[in-house]
Nanobody, 127 residues
Framework: QLVESGGDLVQPGESLRLSCAAS????????IGWFRQAPGKEREGVSA????????YLADSVKGRFAISSDNSENTVYLQMNSLKPEDTGVYFC??????????????????????WGQGTQVTVSS
């Protein structure tokens, strides 16, 4: 099970940290991804992490502003979001996929299958 938290209403330029708490699965055996979906738009991959941070992925739209990290002792993955923009608004989901199946897929990371999903947390960036 994955549970997201940390979403909020913030002004442009502010920061948020989202958390994805995992239960029933060990982070070191999974890739954890963050995805977002804005109203009327397709879901897009934001970031992902594997192997305790040895493998990380970031969408071009958030490079230089967002950072992903994991704390295996807490079984939690974090998404630090800085310099937020209105276009970052959306529901943010975290998702998990076993390492073996993720790395056997040759598609771009954001298009690979993730089998376990959380319920999402709302992030709204507005003045």
């Amino acid at each position: 099970q994955l549970v997201e938290s940390g979403g909020d209403l913030v002004q442009p330029g502010e920061s948020l940290r989202l958390s994805c708490a995992a239960s029933g699965l060990a982070l070191e055996l999974f890739v954890i991804g963050w995805f977002r979906q804005a109203p009327g738009k397709e879901r897009e991959g934001v970031s992902a992490i594997a192997h305790g941070g040895r493998n990380t992925y970031l969408a071009d739209s958030v490079k230089g502003r967002f950072a992903i990290s994991s704390d295996n002792s807490e079984n939690t993955v974090y998404l630090q979001m800085n310099s937020l923009k209105p276009e970052d608004t959306g529901v943010y989901f975290c998702a998990a996929e076993p390492l073996e199946t993720f790395f056997s897929d040759s598609r771009p990371w954001a298009l690979r299958s993730f089998g376990t999903w959380g319920q999402g947390t709302q992030v709204t960036v507005s003045s």
